[in-house]
């Protein structure tokens, strides 16, 4: 792997455990703050909001700025947020600081992805950006886990204060191993908003709000889940999500090989997959053996999705490639609030844990149509499709010359 492919993958990992290793925590942490669990889940919903804020403003007060100083810098505001974390004495300052580390996330990833993408042959853009989301997978594989572990131990908090030391790590990793210039591509940031009038950049920046939506409408709750319905105990919790992490991994590398060779129809695959595995879950929960077969088939289609849809945005937006990236990060985080506010509202108001994997499959079931309906009408092959036709009418055929 390049040494710059790592360098982002170590920042990937460090703001992915940050993000994600809360959902473990979700107990501990409402029982410290003395707070309710579903009071404790809007954390989730409150980072991933302030990654859909941040992620136009950063990108907006970013555009000029060369791109290895901004990603830099985009790492340092993370490490900061994490310290904040690991400070705040009470629910609404831990918020803040949640909302806070969020800022740099959706513009960190977006550039990554773009930069990721530039430095490598265009037959390999998906495998690149795969790679570099390899650290987000990795979070969930070992940062997760182990900072789940590490809080049941030593308090919350203690997981909070390691994870800003990653951060520094990765801080230096990008410092030293990112190219000192990295081509820019000239225009107006505000210009490129335009790109938003685009339906072949909306319809999968709306699937990746959906997709984010059944994942975290589950997996935000994953915890008290498996304690209460399954039966699995505190240090169990710990080792499904080091399977679910490892899914994930592999669901990434595999979301990268596909997407460099028939992404569109991979993507309507993976999402009948997706819909068939929630139905499945939703009946699997009842006991162990079933429940870790398909956490782990769920992982693996559930993260093939994100370099597909992340190189299919890239790839329509050819003009505003920057913003589109950086706005994908924003609606894979809008569906992240979403999702975990849909479940929040759905135990808030008495439903059962077992419930959520039948609102997933809902879920799900909308974006393979709006997948079906997209790729069909205005996905990468449209438009030359559309192209061949109308040479094709406008072309003599052997009988009529």
């Known amino acids: 792997m390049p040494l710059h492919l790592i360098a982002l993958a170590a920042a990937a990992f460090g703001i992915g455990t940050s993000e994600f290793v809360i959902m473990g925590l979700l107990p501990n942490v409402a029982a410290d703050l003395q707070v309710s669990i579903d009071v404790a889940g809007l954390l989730i919903t409150g980072y991933a909001m302030g990654v859909v804020i941040g992620a136009p403003i950063m990108a907006i007060l970013t555009a000029r700025l060369p791109r290895k100083a901004t990603l830099i810098g985009l790492a340092s505001t993370f490490v900061v947020g994490n310290l904040l974390c690991a400070l705040a004495p009470n629910y609404a300052l831990l918020m803040a600081a949640r909302v806070f580390t969020a800022f740099c996330h959706g513009a960190f990833f977006g550039l990554g992805a773009v930069v990721a993408a530039d430095l490598v042959p265009r037959n390999q853009r998906a495998s690149a950006i795969a790679l570099m989301f390899t650290g987000l997978t990795l979070a969930n594989v070992l940062g997760v886990p182990l900072g789940t572990a590490l809080g049941q131990v030593a308090g919350w908090r203690s997981t909070f204060w390691v994870v800003s030391g990653i951060g520094l790590l990765a801080v230096a990793a990008l410092a030293a191993w990112l190219p000192a210039r990295i081509p820019m591509q000239p225009g107006n940031i505000l210009r490129e908003f335009k790109v938003l009038r685009d339906v072949r950049v909306v319809w999968p920046l709306a699937a990746s709000v959906l997709a984010s939506a059944a994942l975290f409408c589950v997996l935000t709750y994953?915890?008290?889940?498996?304690?209460?319905?399954?039966?699995?105990?505190?240090?169990?919790?710990?080792?499904?999500?080091?399977?679910?992490?490892?899914?994930?991994?592999?669901?990434?590398?595999?979301?990268?090989?596909?997407?460099?060779?028939?992404?569109?129809?991979?993507?309507?695959?993976?999402?009948?997959?997706?819909?068939?595995?929630f139905l499945a879950l939703s009946q699997a929960i009842h006991a162990l053996a079933p429940m870790l077969v398909m956490t782990f088939i769920w992982g693996v289609l559930g993260f093939a999705v994100v370099p597909l849809l992340q190189t299919l945005i890239v790839d329509?937006?050819?003009?505003?490639?920057?913003?589109?990236?950086?706005?994908?990060?924003?609606?894979?985080?809008?569906?992240?609030?979403?999702?975990?506010?849909?479940?929040?509202?759905?135990?808030?108001?008495?439903?059962?844990?077992?419930?959520?994997?039948?609102?997933?499959?809902?879920?799900?079931?909308?974006?393979?149509?709006?997948?079906?309906?997209?790729?069909?009408?205005?996905?990468?092959?449209?438009?030359?499709?559309?192209?061949?036709?109308?040479?094709?009418?406008?072309?003599?055929?052997?009988?009529?010359?």
């Open 316 to 401: 329509q937006a050819a003009d505003a490639p920057n913003l589109a990236s950086t706005l994908n990060q924003g609606a894979f985080n809008l569906g992240n609030a979403g999702g975990a506010w849909l479940g929040s509202v759905a135990l808030g108001h008495g439903l059962p844990l077992t419930d959520l994997p039948w609102m997933s499959a809902g879920i799900t079931a909308a974006v393979l149509l709006l997948t079906l309906w997209g790729t069909r009408y205005y996905g990468r092959d449209a438009g030359a499709t559309l192209a061949g036709q109308q040479a094709g009418a406008l072309t003599p055929s052997r009988s009529d010359a």
């Open 222 to 277: 994953i915890a008290p889940l498996l304690r209460e319905v399954t039966g699995v105990s505190e240090r169990g919790v710990t080792g499904v999500l080091l399977l679910f992490g490892v899914a994930l991994t592999v669901g990434s590398t595999l979301g990268g090989k596909l997407g460099d060779r028939n992404l569109e129809v991979s993507l309507r695959r993976i999402f009948i997959g997706l819909l068939l595995v």
